[in-house]
Structure formats: structure tokens, C-alpha cells
């Protein structure tokens, strides 16, 4: 059916410090018609990412090759999808 794109804002808390996070969300709607039946796919793909030292969170490790043991950097991704069944079972 087609693609829809939006940024929400959500306040998050980790470990008592909040901060506004924006996600990108992604959210498309198939429809399609096999020899099973009807049935709806939504499909939703949202995606942020934060700095954990924004947080608070500053503990680290340096390794002995170099670097660091964790980034500051935390992506956070979701994927879901969903099949409408009570639209399939309609119309069988």
C-alpha cells in the first residue's frame, strides 16, 4: 500500500536521568491475497541511537590491544511485523 515515515519524541530514563529521544519510524502496510486467504502485514521498522555518557553512564575499560571495552555510542532498532488474521478468517 505504501510507506509512511515520521519522527516521534519519546522521554526516556535511564537510571534516573531523563532525556528526549527522537525515533525515526518506518511503517508500511501490505495487503495481499494467496490461496490461504486475505490478510494485512504491517510491518514497522524505528530506529535511534544515544550517547550513554549523556546518561551518566561512564564506566569503561581500556583494553590491553587498545581502545576501549564499551562505545559510547548505544543504537537501539526495532523490527515488527504483524499479520491481521481476523482479516484472513473474514474472508474465508
Known sequence: MGETVLKRRHDTTIPN???ELVMTTSWNIDATHS???FSIR???FS???LDRKDFGLKWN??????????????????DIQAVNTAARDAAA
Open 35 to 37: 490461496t490461504i486467504g
Open 17 to 19: 536521568d531523563d532525556k
Open 61 to 78: 575499560q581500556v583494553l590491553e590491544a587498545g581502545g576501549v571495552l564499551v562505545g559510547d555510542r548505544v543504537d537501539i532498532e526495532l
Open 42 to 44: 504491517h510491518m514497522v
Open 47 to 49: 530506529r535511534t541511537s
